[in-house]
């Protein structure tokens, strides 16, 4: 058995990731270089396949849990850069897609979305809906309104209507749906114009993913977009407290229901 020192490298988010792909058979053992490419982890199949690639799936998993172990007993603040772009030879990266996906599928409580445009949410979207309906996660989105109404009274009435939109168009999902929450000054004509323009994903306050990216065709796939992935549960609720000052104050309205 190879030692698993040679994962030293790669980092913790990505380990507790690989560990949850064998978990769930999405990458089977023995893991190979496809295996490993066609689930994304395509940027560490070398010191993996080093250390895992001649052991069954129980085997892996007994080496992956214990080097987690090891790394979340140093109890170290880890940071990990996400990327959207062409690759290039010798970068080290996560893609973002794979990043979001993989967040969404280790919730267990609760996930916080702040500020993406979206065109094509449905594809990465899926699995945070199985996690609502299978583990009870809730998730609070707040969106940046596309558009102003004619005119101010009009703005909640807008707002909620760009809210139904978002819905039609990138949650194709029946049952639970997140609780969606807007800047009022964003519904209406300006000035001063403003945008909800903060930009990150928050999964049971301790991972916080930071990045450029939307939830667009063009910032998953195309566009050069950089992000860091910050494993700190200190950050990450530092994070969601600004949103939930936001609401306390009445900064932030609540997208389901007319403001008042």
Not at 91 to 119: E, K, P, W
Request: include cysteine.
């Amino acid at each position: 058995m190879s030692r698993p020192g040679g994962l030293s490298g790669v980092s913790l988010p990505t380990l507790r990731d690989l560990a949850g792909a064998i978990e769930r058979t999405t990458v089977r053992c023995p893991v190979t270089a496809s295996r490993l490419s066609a689930a994304g982890f395509g940027e560490v199949q070398a010191p993996v396949l080093e250390t895992l690639g001649s052991l069954d799936r129980i085997a892996a998993l007994a080496v992956l849990r214990a080097v987690i172990a090891d790394r979340e007993h140093r109890a170290e603040r880890h940071l990990e850069l996400v990327w959207s772009g062409p690759l290039a030879p010798g970068a080290a990266h996560r893609d973002t897609a794979v990043v979001m996906r993989s967040l969404f599928n280790r919730a267990q409580n609760r996930v916080l979305i702040g500020g993406y445009s979206f065109d094509h949410g449905a594809e990465i979207l899926e699995p945070l809906h199985r996690a609502m309906e299978e583990r009870g996660v809730l998730a609070d989105l707040f969106l940046d309104i596309d558009g102003v109404a004619d005119t101010a009274a009009e703005g909640p009435a807008y707002a909620r209507a760009q809210i139904e939109r978002f819905f039609r168009e990138n949650w194709p999902f029946s049952g639970k749906r997140p609780a969606v929450f807007y800047d009022p000054r964003t519904a209406i004509p300006g000035p001063p114009w403003a945008s909800l323009h903060a930009k990150c994903v928050v999964v049971d306050e301790r991972w916080s993913l930071v990045t450029s990216a939307n939830f667009t065709n063009r910032g998953q796939t195309r566009n050069i977009e950089l992000g860091v992935l910050i494993d700190d549960e200190g950050f990450a609720r530092q994070v969601v407290k600004q949103w939930q000052v936001l609401l306390s104050n009445r900064l932030i309205a609540d997208g389901s229901r007319p403001r008042g």
